[in-house]
């Protein structure tokens, strides 16, 4: 009998298990995306209850995934190697600790501590999820489970904000995450018991085998060499841009919103907050039953549309405050639609590396790449936007937003090439 919580080579062949399972696997990472994003939630409560200024809470945030980021490297590696399931409850059940003991202590020095902690034992989760999704469900499913998983990231936040606006205190956030975690990891274990007895091993391909079984500096190298090829390093770039620019609209919006216009208060930001994340779910609706591949075939192609359109917005933002919120609510809602987008193409970019039992590295470098930006936005915008304001955060959010259309330019002809190459490969 196999077990997933030792054994790497395996999946499942029966359909209604595997998207039984899935099924709690989307769940699972949106509500740690959740907990994840307890300080966003908060931010606005605890800024104005004056237990954190929105600098400490913003570099809380931005320790979090500058520890994070490079982790995320180390656990894309160890989820093509060691068991997923094995290296996500070792994350959920010590994110669990983390949240329970800032509950209980609330001074700047333990909160951080905790939270850098949390970062640490979360290394391997987002790529073990993903090396799951694409290598031990029915392979059939893994157009509509990448597309489906793309919602977890907006299910978590408007978790988040939903439990932030309705809680009483800021710090019921952490013991309700700690309690969720908890029983996720449980969850888990009773999934594994169940499903140990139905696993079957993989039939790989020569090229397959090469990379799982790799030790050598060459085979290193035919690595590094795929990702530069692809595309995949522009790719990287972009998606820190994007998360930085993306992930502040998520989670600043509501302060921006409370400390711009005297009339929204936290809890009203909170649930305008939810309107925006919305907007982003609409998005990836947009890109999957409208624009691919039905009308642009190739991934990066159709990231360049996202950003462009996405631009009008983010200069309205320039004017925040003067103009009326309603504009501004809806120029939020705007970005976050075609930002959020972003997450589903690269999604459908890391899948091809699959061919060379890949996927697990590329999710975790391109997660880090992700978190990269949000310690970068954490770190810079909450500073300057309490000492400079924030049409300055707004003038920033441009200049990179035009950066990132440069990126991705330069990333469309080897994207293309590789794809081409993949596709002869398959034939």
Same mark, same amino acid.
């Given at each position: 009998m196999h077990h997933l919580l030792s054994d790497t080579n395996i999946h499942l062949e029966n359909k209604s298990v595997s998207r039984l399972f899935f099924v709690f696997l989307w769940l699972m990472y949106a509500l740690v995306y959740m907990t994840k994003s307890c300080f966003a939630g908060a931010l606005s409560k605890i800024v104005d209850e004056g237990a954190l200024t929105l600098t400490q809470a913003s570099? =809380?945030?931005?320790?979090?995934?500058?520890v994070y980021a490079p982790l995320q490297i180390v656990g894309g590696f160890m989820a093509d190697k060691y068991s997923p399931e094995k290296l996500i409850i070792i994350g959920l059940l010590g994110s669990a600790v983390s949240n329970l003991v800032i509950f209980f202590n609330h001074s700047f020095i333990v909160?951080?501590?905790?939270?850098?902690? /949390?970062?640490?034992?979360?290394?391997?989760?987002?790529?073990?999820?993903?090396? =799951?999704?694409?290598?031990?469900?029915?392979r059939s499913d893994l157009s509509k489970m990448v597309f489906l998983m793309s919602f977890s990231n907006s299910g978590g936040l408007i978790f988040v904000?939903?439990?932030?606006?309705?809680?009483?205190?800021?710090q019921y956030n952490f013991v309700i995450s700690t309690i969720t975690l908890t029983l996720l990891a449980v969850v888990l274990l009773i999934f594994c018991h169940f499903l140990n007895p139905i696993m079957k /091993? $993989?039939?790989?391909s020569e090229i397959t085998k090469?990379? $799982? /079984?790799?030790? /050598?500096?060459?085979?290193?190298?035919?690595?590094?060499?795929?990702?530069?090829?692809s595309g995949f390093f522009m790719l990287l770039l972009v998606s820190s841009l994007r998360s930085m620019v993306g992930e502040s609209v998520n989670t600043l919006s509501s302060t921006m919103l409370s400390q711009s216009y005297e009339h929204?208060?936290?809890?009203?930001?909170?649930?305008?907050?939810i309107l925006i994340v919305i907007g982003g779910i609409v998005g990836t609706l947009l890109i999957k039953f409208v624009i691919f591949p039905r009308l642009i075939a190739n991934e990066f192609v159709c990231y360049l549309l996202m950003l462009i359109l996405a631009f009008p917005f983010i200069f309205i933002l320039r004017f925040v405050g003067n103009l009326s919120v309603g504009l501004i609510v809806f120029s939020l809602c705007m970005i976050n639609l075609f930002l959020t987008a972003g997450i589903l193409l690269t999604n459908y970019f890391i899948i091809r590396y699959k061919e060379f039992s890949l996927n697990g590295t590329a999710a975790g470098i391109m997660n880090a790449a992700t978190a990269l930006g949000f310690a970068l936005q954490y770190c810079l915008f909450g500073s300057i936007a309490d000492g400079y304001g924030w049409p300055t955060v707004t003038t920033i959010w441009i200049i990179l937003t035009v950066m990132a259309i440069i990126c991705i330019l330069l990333g469309i002809r080897p994207s293309i090439r590789f794809a081409k190459k993949i596709h002869n490969k398959n034939k």
């Open positions: 570099w =809380i945030s931005a320790s979090f995934y500058f909160i951080l501590i905790s939270w850098i902690f /949390n970062a640490i034992i979360q290394f391997g989760l987002w790529p073990s999820v993903f090396k =799951i999704m694409s290598s031990q469900l029915v904000y939903i439990v932030s606006a309705f809680t009483p205190k800021w /091993n $993989d039939k790989k090469r990379f $799982d /079984n790799a030790t /050598n500096e060459k085979s290193k190298s035919d690595m590094w060499h795929i990702f530069c090829i929204i208060s936290p809890t009203i930001g909170n649930l305008l907050s």
